[in-house]
Every structure is written in C-alpha cells, then in structure tokens.
C-alpha cells in the first residue's frame, strides 16, 4: 500500500515538529540541569570556604552567597558566587564546574569593576578567586598568573559530617 504524496507530507511535517519540540524539551532539561550543577557547586564551594581561608591564615567574619547588586545610573549589575569578609578585606569568589579562560577573563572584567559597584569596601583590599571542579585548557595556570586566588576540589575535604550527638539521631 503506497501512501499518497499529501499523507507522506503530513508525516514529515508532524515529525519535524515532534523533533523541534523535543528539541525545546532537552534544552529546557540541559539548562535545568546546568543551574542545579552550578547550586550545587556553589552550596560545596561555599560550605568550605571559610576553612579554607582560615588555614591560610585569614580571619572570615561573615560570607555571603549570591551577593547580588544593580547600579541604574552605573548601568551595572552583578552577582558574586561566594564573598568572605574580614575586618579590612573582602574575597570574592566565581564558582564554576568547568572553567577555561574566557570565564577567568570575564571575572577579572567584573573585578576590575567592584569597587565602583560596591564602594562601602573602596576602604578595604578586594581579592579575587575562581573555583573549580575542572580547569580547562591552563585557566587555572592563567588565573594564578592575573593575581587571582585558585581554588579546587581536594577529593578527600568535598564533604564532612556535621556533628551531631547521638540521642538526638532519629532510629529506624
């Protein structure tokens, strides 16, 4: 049985939009998946950050995270991962998965300018770092080289335990 040349049409017009919106599907998907990574990133990165300062010998007060500021008349906004404070610095942390060098470049562009956006610490000396899963092609190399902190995942400090006392734990 030959299908006419009307019904074959409809079947490839039918399936190009079935593809075209599976399409929309995975790309929905992909980039719900991308900020869940990123979450969860950022929640691990942040959760040891202050340690890790600390072991290098600053004293963190505060941390912020998703520190987020808008200047209209600047015609500036910005969105710091993760910001530590002491008593007269502030380090300001981008958080990624996977880093290369445009995303150093790109913070290093934002840094040049957070002193403008957020002049309550014009006062203060402002450090920049970018943390990473994975650095692609030198961006670490290339960030240590622009005066940025590098951080990465040591395998063995991405999670603890919390502590806990044991007649408060829940018995199955």
């Known amino acids: 049985m030959r299908r006419s040349q ?9 399936t190009a939009q079935q593809m075209k919106e599976t399409d929309k ?30 072991d290098k010998g600053f004293v963190i007060n505060s941390l912020c995270k998703n520190y987020k500021r808008k200047n209209k008349q600047l015609n500036l906004e910005m969105e710091q991962d993760v910001v530590l404070f002491t008593d007269t610095q502030v380090i300001v942390e981008e958080v990624k998965a996977s880093c ?10 934002n840094m040049e300018m957070f002193k403008l956006l957020y002049d309550e ?7 920049g770092a970018v943390a ?8 670490d190399q290339y960030a240590h080289e622009l005066g940025l902190f590098v951080v990465r995942v040591a395998s063995d400090e991405i999670f603890t335990l919390d502590p806990f006392k044991m007649e408060e734990l829940k018995r199955f």
Do not use: C, W
Request: without cysteine.
């Open 6 to 14: 009307a019904e074959t049409d409809r079947i490839i017009k039918e």
């Open 25 to 54: 599907k995975i790309k929905e998907l992909s980039t719900r998946f991308s900020s869940t990574t990123g979450h969860i990133i950022e929640g691990l990165m942040s959760s040891s950050a202050i340690k890790i300062y600390e």
């Open 100 to 109: 290369d060098k445009k995303d150093v470049e790109k913070f290093f562009r």
């Open 121 to 127: 610490y014009k006062d203060k000396e402002v450090f």
């Open 132 to 139: 990473a899963v994975n650095y692609e092609d030198g961006a």
